[in-house]
């Protein structure tokens, strides 16, 4: 796999660089067009500095939530464009369209330094599209841009579109620093951790972290797990869990995870328990095993919370991906920060898996730099540690 340090040797001065970016970058729900969290933006700049400070002329092409294949306001790239300019104390050019007259003359008129980025990838169908063909004739549209294929998308690279796959197969292609980061960094928790090794799963679903639990198990000496997942695995062991997210059909699945881990797998002891899904909920702490059947968990309780931490204490290597409660709202933020700090303090390597887990730590205000590595791909990480091929990591390889 070539490198950017490979393409930046090569010289780069005068000539046209396709940066594929993840700027899918969460926005203020109260406050539409605010970006939230930049830390996707934040994570691409070296890239796109070392480009421009070379003298490339840089196209940035990214997507942006999941519109339908055509225009969509709700998920224009303008304000991303707004604040990447901003990180690179540059302007940004933005173009008002992906492959089209906009985006040619901009991409024509450009010059030694400066940076592009085009409108919403997924604006055109091409991009997601499942027909070969139609995903081949966007991508000639979006290589007959530049002279060069930089792929520095993490959170992108296990979708087989066409800016991901099929785009690095016109161009002569490279992988970012990120990329390169965030595969050396997965590889290492997967094939080569150090023990003891933790890994805390979250979120809301059982099924949709089913395949990674079944990988990691062997591996692993304590599987911690929170969020709403938890309960169906609580359900999986009898408890009532009164209106709290269950996955029924998941209940003997956990059972048999349950069985298997022999012990490994550590759940919550107590949950916060709310009359409602709203920060103005009453709520109270009640025993995991005794939810009352009008409440539903939105958090694991203190109890749990040490337990967690405990169990962590004593790790060389964790993975974390997942929130362990609603930690947007307020009255239910602690799990989360509690495991969270837990985890900054351990004597070894921890890796944040992205998403909503690497959204919770700037949301909470906690040291990024204590963690090992903050991914910029949940499901991408969660991908890879169940042993699939990710389509934009196999293009670069080619």
């Known amino acids: 796999m070539k490198t950017l340090d490979d393409l930046l040797g090569e010289g780069v001065s005068g000539r046209r660089v396709f940066v594929r970016a ?18 996707r933006a934040r994570a691409v700049l070296p890239t796109l500095i070392a480009l421009r400070d070379a003298g490339a002329r840089v196209i940035v092409a990214s997507h942006l939530g999941r519109p339908k294949g055509a225009p969509d306001p709700k998920f224009t790239l303008a304000p991303v464009a707004q604040r990447l300019g901003e990180l690179l104390g540059s302007s940004v050019v933005f173009t008002s369209d992906t492959v089209g007259p906009s985006a040619s003359a901009a991409v024509q008129a450009l010059e030694d330094g400066q940076v592009l980025l085009l409108e919403n990838l997924r604006f055109n169908a091409g991009e997601t ?6 995903r081949g004739a966007f991508a000639d549209q979006l290589a007959a841009f530049a002279d060069f294929y930089v792929d520095d998308a993490f959170g992108a690279v296990h979708r087989k579109h066409a800016s991901v796959y099929d785009v690095p197969a016109r161009l002569p292609h490279y992988a970012g620093g990120l990329v390169l980061k965030e595969v050396e960094v997965l590889k290492r928790v997967s094939e080569s951790p150090e023990q003891p090794y933790v890994v805390v799963l979250g979120g809301s679903k059982v099924s949709d972290k089913l395949a990674v639990i079944k990988a990691l198990l062997p591996t692993v000496d304590k599987l911690l797990v929170g969020g709403g997942m938890c309960f169906t695995f609580l359900k999986a062991q009898g408890h009532e869990v009164g209106k709290s997210l269950l996955e029924a059909e998941m209940i003997s699945v ?31 702490v009640v025993a995991a095993s005794e939810i009352p059947a009008d409440r539903l968990g939105l958090d694991i309780g203190p109890k749990s919370t040490e337990l967690f931490a405990s169990a962590i204490a004593g790790a060389k290597t964790v993975f974390w991906n997942g929130p362990m409660g609603v930690f947007e709202l307020a009255p239910f933020a602690a799990g989360t920060r509690g495991v969270a700090e837990a985890i900054t303090k351990i004597d070894g390597f921890s890796v944040v898996g992205g998403g909503d887990s690497a959204a919770a ?4 205000g906690l040291d990024e730099s204590a963690f090992g590595h903050i991914s910029t791909g949940g499901g991408a990480s969660l991908e890879y540690l169940e042993g699939k091929t990710l389509p934009g990591v196999a293009a670069l390889e080619k």
């Open 22 to 39: 993840d700027l899918n970058v969460p926005f203020d729900k109260a406050n539409p067009g605010v970006i939230s969290d930049d830390g």
């Open 129 to 134: 599209s499942k027909d070969d063909a139609e």
């Open 254 to 284: 956990c059972q048999g995870l349950l069985a298997e881990a022999d012990g490994r797998i550590v759940l919550p002891v107590d949950i916060v328990a709310a009359t409602e899904f709203s920060a103005d909920a009453t709520h109270d």
């Open 361 to 364: 730590v700037r949301t909470l």
